[in-house]
């Protein structure tokens, strides 16, 4: 059972080490710069756009990218030092964020000291060879059947939980066995009651993994990808299918949602007609989840991930040291995501909402999403010619337009007609 806070949650995502400027760099940034000081000045950024949590990568000692853990235990001096963090922690929980840190724990770094020392005993085995994470060179996978390996990871979460944090993304969860995190988190959770846990987890048995795993949460690719793909495609049975999906999900757990984070092409850049945007947006507000949006994204940043040595590099950018140095490429859409987070807060009950298909074409997709009493229709139209809706075949009567791509109205309405690549939401 997740904590109570998790139904508000709204998470914004950072990469600290691209957001800082400290990777990739050269000259590489000391603990002396205090890099990770430039969140503070952001988190007000943060709180405007209307989100309740800092969801951060990578932030431990490492030799590049951050998933080479060398210390679990220490800050990247890229970043900074403990006293950093700790202002980090203080200024986020004074405008009420919380914070989610990157448990890198499936695999560590060469320059991690069990390995240095070669204590084989700590890291998976191949014949005579080590277990590399997914063939990437230097990154050593660990033993999880090791009880060292165990008691580490279940006191490197506690650590950090005991120093302010609230709970911890899993990376690479899906590599490891559920009977690994079986036996940690609720070593921790005894600890921390409150604390929330979320696996990433790109496909299979999403349920079946929460149940064995005993996480709280796990990422919803599945929904990501039927997302961009239904809407460049011009196929709304994709996106339909994925959401029956998510609804038998929710029955278990409330899935991580998102349509941007620092592993993936970003949103503006994903879709062919940059229109839709709003479209997945629209979508990612008034689905059931626990809502992140990538860093950036809010502004409709550009991006494209690619399969190459230092691929990520465009998604992960730097930014200016203070909000206000920025060149915000889309100032509607950060408006929107203003809009539409605040129509998510003024309906919490979409937390653990469900959706059923009202009208389903290629093009045209409108859905009515509720929970108990309480419902919103969503109306999507990508296709050139205008989509009529008439609430009444629904047995709706009347309902206002309260966010769309024209100008939503005051006045009660028994039917709309929503233009060509519009979009709206109505409350009954």
Known sequence: MSADWVEHAIWWHVYPLGFVGAHPADPAPTADEHRLRRLVDWLDHARELGASGLALGPVFASRT?????TDHYRIDPRLGDDDDFDLLITEAKSRGLRVLLDGVFNH???????????????????????????GHDGLVALNHDNAEVVDYVADVMAHWLRRGVDGWRLDAAYAVSPRFWRTVLPRVRDQFPDAWFLGEV????????????????????????????????????????????????????????????HDVTRI?????????????LALLFTIAGTPSVYAGDEWAYRGV???????????RPEFPARPQDATPL???????????????RRHPWLYSAT????????????????????ALVVALNIADEPLRITLSEWGIRDGVVVAGSGMPGADRIASLEVEPHGWAIVAP
């Open 268 to 280: 503006a850049s994903q879709l062919d007609d940059t229109r839709h945007v709003e479209h997945a």
């Open 108 to 134: 560590v770094g060469t320059d991690f000291a069990r390995f240095r020392d070669g204590d084989s005993a700590w890291f998976r085995q191949r014949g005579h060879d080590f277990e590399m994470f997914e």
């Open 202 to 261: 790109i496909h299979g048995d999403y349920a079946g993994i929460v149940k064995a795993s005993t996480f709280d949460s796990v990422t919803q690719y599945e929904l990501w990808k039927a997302i961009w793909s239904s809407l460049n495609d011009g196929n709304f049975f994709e996106l339909d299918h994925a959401l029956r999906r998510h609804d038998e999900f929710v029955e278990t757990f409330v899935p991580l949602t998102f349509v941007g984070n």
């Open 330 to 344: 889309g100032h509607d859409e950060f408006r929107l995501h203003q809009h539409l987070i605040g129509l998510r």
């Open 305 to 315: 991930k690619e399969e190459r040595f230092g691929g990520d590099d465009a998604v």
């Open 355 to 374: 959706t059923t298909a009202l009208t389903l074409a290629n093009e045209q997709y409108v859905y009515r999403v509720s929970h108990g009493d309480d």
């Open 65 to 69: 990218h951050g998933y080479d853990t």
